[in-house]
Protein backbone atom coordinates (compact mmCIF):
# COMPACT_ATOMS: atom_id res chain seq x y z
CA UNK A 1 0.00 0.00 0.00
CA UNK A 2 2.48 2.79 -0.91
CA UNK A 3 0.31 5.22 -1.12
CA UNK A 4 -0.87 4.94 2.00
CA UNK A 5 3.04 4.98 3.48
CA UNK A 6 4.00 8.55 3.72
CA UNK A 7 1.49 10.04 6.08
CA UNK A 8 3.39 13.12 8.05
CA UNK A 9 2.02 11.39 11.51
CA UNK A 10 2.07 7.55 12.60
CA UNK A 11 -1.12 6.67 14.39
CA UNK A 12 -0.82 8.09 18.20
CA UNK A 13 -2.59 8.15 21.31
CA UNK A 14 -3.63 11.43 22.68
CA UNK A 15 -4.50 11.82 26.22
CA UNK A 16 -7.65 13.93 26.55
CA UNK A 17 -7.88 15.48 29.85
CA UNK A 18 -11.43 17.60 29.35
CA UNK A 19 -11.23 18.80 33.09
CA UNK A 20 -7.91 20.11 32.67
CA UNK A 21 -8.59 21.13 28.88
CA UNK A 22 -5.13 19.52 27.81
CA UNK A 23 -3.99 16.66 24.94
CA UNK A 24 -0.99 15.29 25.23
CA UNK A 25 1.07 14.88 23.12
CA UNK A 26 0.69 18.65 22.84
CA UNK A 27 1.49 20.19 19.21
CA UNK A 28 1.26 24.23 18.56
CA UNK A 29 -0.31 26.32 21.25
CA UNK A 30 -1.38 29.63 20.08
CA UNK A 31 -2.24 32.43 22.29
CA UNK A 32 -4.35 35.86 21.41
CA UNK A 33 -4.48 38.83 23.77
CA UNK A 34 -6.79 41.63 23.26
CA UNK A 35 -4.17 43.33 21.09
CA UNK A 36 -4.25 40.51 18.16
CA UNK A 37 -8.16 41.59 17.82
CA UNK A 38 -8.24 44.73 16.35
CA UNK A 39 -11.66 45.67 14.26
CA UNK A 40 -13.31 42.61 15.68
CA UNK A 41 -15.27 44.78 18.88
CA UNK A 42 -18.01 47.14 17.85
CA UNK A 43 -16.43 49.66 20.60
CA UNK A 44 -13.07 50.46 18.91
CA UNK A 45 -12.44 52.78 21.46
CA UNK A 46 -12.72 50.36 24.39
CA UNK A 47 -10.91 47.51 22.27
CA UNK A 48 -7.86 49.82 22.34
CA UNK A 49 -7.70 50.84 25.82
CA UNK A 50 -7.69 47.01 26.62
CA UNK A 51 -5.23 46.40 23.96
CA UNK A 52 -2.81 49.19 25.04
CA UNK A 53 -3.72 48.90 28.77
CA UNK A 54 -3.23 45.65 30.30
CA UNK A 55 -3.46 43.59 26.91
CA UNK A 56 -4.97 40.55 28.83
CA UNK A 57 -4.99 36.81 27.37
CA UNK A 58 -9.00 36.61 25.55
CA UNK A 59 -7.48 33.29 24.69
CA UNK A 60 -5.87 30.26 23.52
CA UNK A 61 -5.71 27.07 21.24
CA UNK A 62 -4.04 23.61 22.27
CA UNK A 63 -3.44 21.61 19.67
CA UNK A 64 -2.41 17.55 19.00
CA UNK A 65 0.86 17.22 17.15
CA UNK A 66 -1.77 15.93 14.24
CA UNK A 67 -0.86 18.42 11.51
CA UNK A 68 -2.94 20.98 9.63
CA UNK A 69 -2.67 18.72 6.20
CA UNK A 70 -5.04 17.33 3.62
CA UNK A 71 -6.16 14.47 4.95
CA UNK A 72 -5.46 14.71 8.00
CA UNK A 73 -7.88 15.52 11.46
CA UNK A 74 -6.44 18.07 13.90
CA UNK A 75 -7.79 17.94 17.16
CA UNK A 76 -7.44 21.21 19.40
CA UNK A 77 -8.64 22.87 22.48
CA UNK A 78 -9.95 26.93 22.97
CA UNK A 79 -10.15 28.01 26.57
CA UNK A 80 -11.78 31.67 26.18
CA UNK A 81 -11.44 33.35 29.45
CA UNK A 82 -14.24 35.39 30.74
CA UNK A 83 -14.80 39.62 30.09
CA UNK A 84 -16.30 42.03 28.00
CA UNK A 85 -14.68 44.52 26.17
CA UNK A 86 -17.45 47.68 25.57
CA UNK A 87 -20.29 45.24 26.46
CA UNK A 88 -19.78 42.84 24.44
CA UNK A 89 -18.46 39.15 25.43
CA UNK A 90 -14.80 38.06 24.84
CA UNK A 91 -14.45 35.52 21.88
CA UNK A 92 -12.65 34.00 19.27
CA UNK A 93 -11.55 35.95 16.13
CA UNK A 94 -14.00 33.81 13.84
CA UNK A 95 -13.01 32.48 9.89
CA UNK A 96 -14.32 30.63 7.34
CA UNK A 97 -12.90 26.80 6.20
CA UNK A 98 -11.54 28.82 2.53
CA UNK A 99 -11.94 24.85 1.24
CA UNK A 100 -15.10 24.89 2.41
CA UNK A 101 -15.56 21.49 4.87
CA UNK A 102 -17.52 20.76 8.46
CA UNK A 103 -16.24 20.68 11.80
CA UNK A 104 -17.39 19.69 15.15
CA UNK A 105 -16.81 21.21 18.56
CA UNK A 106 -18.04 19.27 21.86
CA UNK A 107 -18.22 21.67 24.81
CA UNK A 108 -15.94 20.72 27.86
CA UNK A 109 -15.99 23.59 30.31
CA UNK A 110 -18.07 27.12 31.17
CA UNK A 111 -21.10 28.67 29.16
CA UNK A 112 -20.08 29.54 25.65
CA UNK A 113 -21.97 30.01 22.78
CA UNK A 114 -21.63 28.84 18.73
CA UNK A 115 -21.78 31.97 16.14
CA UNK A 116 -22.45 30.82 12.74
CA UNK A 117 -23.05 33.19 9.76
CA UNK A 118 -22.89 32.00 6.16
CA UNK A 119 -23.19 35.87 5.26
CA UNK A 120 -27.07 35.94 5.05
CA UNK A 121 -28.30 33.87 7.94
CA UNK A 122 -27.16 33.89 11.33
CA UNK A 123 -27.49 30.40 13.56
CA UNK A 124 -26.44 30.13 17.48
CA UNK A 125 -25.77 27.08 19.66
CA UNK A 126 -25.66 27.57 23.36
CA UNK A 127 -22.67 25.15 24.21
CA UNK A 128 -22.00 23.50 27.39
CA UNK A 129 -19.79 20.49 28.68
CA UNK A 130 -21.65 17.16 26.34
CA UNK A 131 -22.91 19.40 23.55
CA UNK A 132 -21.53 19.28 20.51
CA UNK A 133 -21.41 21.99 17.79
CA UNK A 134 -21.69 21.13 14.14
CA UNK A 135 -20.29 23.59 11.73
CA UNK A 136 -21.64 22.71 8.08
CA UNK A 137 -19.18 23.68 5.64
CA UNK A 138 -19.89 27.26 4.10
CA UNK A 139 -20.68 28.56 7.79
CA UNK A 140 -18.26 31.21 9.15
CA UNK A 141 -17.91 30.33 12.80
CA UNK A 142 -17.01 32.31 16.35
CA UNK A 143 -17.08 30.76 19.86
CA UNK A 144 -17.97 33.25 22.65
CA UNK A 145 -18.02 32.98 25.94
CA UNK A 146 -21.08 34.54 27.76
CA UNK A 147 -20.14 32.71 31.29
CA UNK A 148 -18.35 34.04 34.07
CA UNK A 149 -15.41 31.21 34.13
CA UNK A 150 -13.38 30.31 31.31
CA UNK A 151 -15.16 28.73 28.59
CA UNK A 152 -13.48 25.27 26.91
CA UNK A 153 -14.27 23.49 23.79
CA UNK A 154 -12.53 20.44 21.97
CA UNK A 155 -12.74 21.16 18.08
CA UNK A 156 -11.98 18.54 15.69
CA UNK A 157 -11.99 19.39 11.66
CA UNK A 158 -10.40 18.81 8.32
CA UNK A 159 -6.45 19.64 8.21
CA UNK A 160 -6.69 20.83 4.59
CA UNK A 161 -9.68 23.33 5.46
CA UNK A 162 -7.79 26.31 5.87
CA UNK A 163 -8.47 29.56 7.87
CA UNK A 164 -9.71 32.81 6.26
CA UNK A 165 -9.53 35.40 8.73
CA UNK A 166 -10.28 38.28 6.31
CA UNK A 167 -13.84 37.00 5.20
CA UNK A 168 -14.83 37.76 9.17
CA UNK A 169 -13.06 41.37 9.31
CA UNK A 170 -15.06 42.28 5.50
CA UNK A 171 -18.70 40.25 6.33
CA UNK A 172 -18.76 40.15 10.14
CA UNK A 173 -20.80 37.59 11.52
CA UNK A 174 -24.32 38.61 11.50
CA UNK A 175 -24.41 39.45 15.10
CA UNK A 176 -22.64 40.39 18.29
CA UNK A 177 -23.32 38.93 21.93
CA UNK A 178 -23.87 41.87 24.40
CA UNK A 179 -23.57 41.24 28.02
CA UNK A 180 -27.70 42.22 29.14
CA UNK A 181 -29.55 42.31 33.02
CA UNK A 182 -29.93 39.19 32.33
CA UNK A 183 -27.23 37.16 30.84
CA UNK A 184 -26.52 38.07 26.76
CA UNK A 185 -28.30 38.72 24.02
CA UNK A 186 -27.95 39.16 19.99
CA UNK A 187 -27.72 42.11 18.23
CA UNK A 188 -27.13 43.22 14.74
CA UNK A 189 -23.65 43.25 13.59
CA UNK A 190 -23.68 46.86 12.59
CA UNK A 191 -25.28 47.99 16.02
C1 LIG B 1 -10.26 25.52 13.80
C2 LIG B 1 -11.29 25.67 14.88
C3 LIG B 1 -10.80 26.23 16.24
C4 LIG B 1 -10.41 27.73 16.19
C5 LIG B 1 -10.13 28.28 17.59
C6 LIG B 1 -9.72 29.74 17.60
O1 LIG B 1 -10.85 25.30 12.57
O2 LIG B 1 -12.42 26.38 14.43
O3 LIG B 1 -9.71 25.47 16.69
O4 LIG B 1 -9.29 27.94 15.37
O5 LIG B 1 -11.30 28.15 18.36
O6 LIG B 1 -10.59 30.53 16.84
P1 LIG B 1 -10.03 31.43 15.66
O7 LIG B 1 -11.25 31.98 14.99
O8 LIG B 1 -9.15 32.47 16.26
O9 LIG B 1 -9.23 30.50 14.77
ZN1 LIG C 1 -12.85 26.33 12.13
Redesign the pocket.
Given at each position: MPEFAAQPVPPMRIAFDAAAATLSPEGPTLT?RMSDLEGLFADHDAWRDAAEGENPVV?S?VSSPVPEEDRELPQ?I?TIQPGTTGGEFWM????Q?PNHQG?IYLGLHGAGGLLMFDGERTEWIDMAPGVIGYIPPGWA???VNVGDEPYSFL?V?PGG?G?D?GWVLEHGMGHRVIAGDSGFSLTDYTR
Amino acid sequence: MPEFAAQPVPPMRIAFDAAAATLSPEGPTLTRRMSDLEGLFADHDAWRDAAEGENPVVYSVVSSPVPEEDRELPQSITTIQPGTTGGEFWMTKGHQHPNHQGEIYLGLHGAGGLLMFDGERTEWIDMAPGVIGYIPPGWAHRSVNVGDEPYSFLAVYPGGAGHDYGWVLEHGMGHRVIAGDSGFSLTDYTR
